[in-house]
């Protein structure tokens, strides 16, 4: 709790100093057009008041792991400082950069561990340029109020892509063929080379992306079969089967969409590469923990699988160069030695379309977050939001209220409201977190400090901010 104290003591230090009188800044705009809505989820045709009770340039931005232009510039026209770095950093250095922001973009390298976080005094909020959150302690962050948002399906479509690619790579051995080109080989077979038609693919993990590929496939003539925990409404001709097991047994090609999880952990080890068919073949883009990757070159070994693409793996450099060595991962040397294996650096949603539009995604609910407390989208706090504002309610405040799930609290909180008039308020919670937005109107500059003060001295807070 004394961390999420500090988190918010600079920016509401800030915050009380400035008086009501201070209109938004010409620095403010409304996050780029593209989704129909202005900050705050108005559409366009009304006008969101842009609440600040702070300077956009105090707001310190920390951008890792080459996030798209796109989305740094729709912080920058903020007026937000905003510090890009193209490469992940390591432990000690993130430790040392990321005590001076309030929010910090990362892709799917940097590992926001307790450790780190317990350092991000004034972190307020974290963006995953990415769909996968798994690098983040997301129950630590909510626990201090820190809200994380990602983009859960702009690059579900460049994966599915990419895998449709990998199915015929491996089927006609275009990765060997491509290579010994290369050196100068011609060697023209079309022994175990085959069409993908009538050939069934097997996904494990029918969600954003293993559904994406289940359409694609199909209209290349192949039958699709699905194992996942849900019971989900199948595809085109595709078939959900009962267990993962069923599908190892039936498929030509297995490929894994499923979110990086302690159940998930080795999903496909020695004895699930057993159960598969012989002369199959093993695609993964999921994360590099849900292959046993040790037992996956012993079946290749052995004949059992005929072809495998790896687009994830256990441990990835920071930055681009010639890390992908046995100091990274013990087997790296054994994996590359492999005939008709694909290996490429976890670029399953690198394309410029999923990039550009991640980019905008994401930055737009980072915005939305820190200039009007709305947390739709985010993964890791409740998702509630207010309609804005208005640029004709002047002495409104919006108060947020970031708390324990105990007992008693919206009592105690509204006490406090109940001096002024309270024109709207919504409240959720997830777990043992709540977060409450009210906005309350006649609101005079003294005010803002006492209703922040109360609300920030009863034990239920985790943080509390007051826009206006
Ligand atoms: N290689 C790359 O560049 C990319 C990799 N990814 C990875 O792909 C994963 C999947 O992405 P989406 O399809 O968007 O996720 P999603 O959340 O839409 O779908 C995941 C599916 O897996 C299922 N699932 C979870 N645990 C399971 C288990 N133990 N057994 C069977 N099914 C299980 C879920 O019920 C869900 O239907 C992400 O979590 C991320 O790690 C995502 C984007 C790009
Ligand atoms: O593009 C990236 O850096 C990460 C892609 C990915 O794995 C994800 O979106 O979860």
Not at 14 to 27: D, F
Not at 30 to 58: W, Y
Not at 94 to 117: A, C, P
Request: glycine content about 6%.
């Amino acid at each position: 709790m004394a961390a999420a104290r500090d988190i918010i003591q600079p920016l509401e230090n800030r915050a009380v100093s400035y008086s009501l009188s201070v209109s938004p800044t010409t620095t403010f705009h409304s996050p780029s057009a593209g989704h129909g809505f202005a900050a705050g989820g108005l559409p366009n045709r009304a006008v969101a008041k842009a609440l600040k009770p702070f300077n956009t340039e105090d707001i310190k931005i920390l951008l890792l792991e080459n996030v798209n232009q796109t989305g740094r510039d729709v912080l920058k026209r903020q007026g937000y400082q905003v510090e890009f770095l193209k490469t992940s950093l390591s432990e000690d250095e993130l430790i040392e950069k990321i005590r001076d922001v309030h929010v910090i973009g990362i892709r799917s390298k940097t590992k926001l561990t307790e450790k780190v976080l317990r350092e991000a005094k004034n972190l307020l909020v974290i963006g995953c340029f990415c769909i996968g959150t798994n690098q983040v302690d997301l129950a630590y962050a909510a626990k201090n109020g820190i809200a994380v948002f990602n983009s859960p399906f702009a690059n579900s479509r460049s994966v599915a892509e990419l895998v449709i690619a990998e199915i015929i790579t491996l089927a006609r051995q275009l990765g060997d063929r491509s290579l010994e080109m290369h050196r100068g080989t011609w060697n023209k077979v079309s022994s175990k080379c085959w069409e993908i038609r009538g050939k069934t693919l097997g996904i494990v993990g029918y969600g954003h992306i293993g559904s994406q590929l289940s359409v694609l496939a199909d209209a290349m003539g192949m039958s699709v079969i699905y194992y996942d925990v849900l019971s989900l409404m199948a595809i085109g001709t595709a078939k959900q089967v009962p267990t993962l097991e069923a599908l190892l047994q039936e498929a030509d090609f297995v490929t894994l969409h499923v979110p990086e999880t302690p159940e998930t952990k080795n999903m496909i080890s020695a004895k699930q590469l057993e159960q598969m068919k012989t002369g199959s073949y093993l695609i993964n883009a999921s994360r590099g923990t849900v292959v046993d990757i040790p037992a996956l070159i012993q079946a290749m070994r052995a004949g059992k699988v005929a072809g495998a693409a790896l687009d994830v793996y256990p441990n990835e450099p920071a930055a681009n160069g010639d890390y992908f060595t046995s100091d990274l991962n013990i087997w790296g040397e054994e994996l590359r030695s492999l005939s008709n294996i694909i290996l490429t650096p976890h670029i399953g949603g690198s394309t410029e379309e999923a990039q550009r539009a991640i980019g905008v995604e994401v930055s737009d609910a980072l915005v939305r977050y820190i200039n009007q407390g709305t947390t739709i989208g985010s993964v890791n706090v409740p998702e509630v939001t207010l309609r804005s504002l208005t640029p004709d309610e002047p002495n409104h405040a919006r108060v947020i209220y970031i708390h324990r799930n105990v007992p008693g609290v919206l009592r105690k909180v509204n006490e406090i409201l109940a001096e002024h008039n309270v024109d709207k308020q919504i409240s959720d919670s997830k777990g043992d977190i709540a977060y409450l937005m009210a906005d309350v109107s006649d609101v005079r500059p003294d005010d803002i400090k006492d209703i922040h003060d109360s609300l920030n001295s009863l034990n239920s807070r985790i943080l509390t901010r007051v826009l206006y």
